[in-house]
């Protein structure tokens, strides 16, 4: 059964930091397409950043490159998202999801997803 829980959001001042942990069991991840999506209040579920587990490749929305870094742990069975210089338009939630691929960044690709974990960014 594939498992997806994320955690790791928060309540972060505009420039600060986080990193998202989703933890992923029952399939093998080396082989696996992780994305990350986004959905704040009142707008459409969004991919900002995907990794391609068998060859590496990686996807990054437009405003978020240079900002956010995907990589995985595959000792751990998790991806990870590193989040820096965060903004008040990063406030959503951010799920991770899970394909056995090919897919894009796209949310309608995935057929496996986590809880969500609530980020905030406010002074």
């Known amino acids: 059964q594939v498992q997806l829980v994320e955690s790791g959001g928060g309540l972060v001042q505009p420039g600060g930091s986080l990193r998202l942990s989703c933890a992923t069991s029952?399939?093998?991840?080396?082989?696996?397409?992780i994305g990350w999506f986004r959905q704040a209040p009142g707008k459409e579920r969004e991919g900002v950043s995907c990794v391609s587990n068998s060859d590496g490749a990686t996807y990054y929305k437009g405003s978020v490159k240079g900002r956010f870094t995907i990589s995985t742990d595959n000792a751990k069975n998790t991806v990870y998202l590193q989040i820096n210089n965060l903004k008040p338009e990063d406030t959503a939630i951010y799920y991770c999801a899970a394909t056995l691929g090919p897919a894009m960044c796209a949310a309608d690709d995935y057929d496996n997803w986590g809880q969500g974990t609530q980020v905030t960014v406010s002074s």
């Open positions: 029952g399939f093998p991840l080396d082989y696996w397409v």
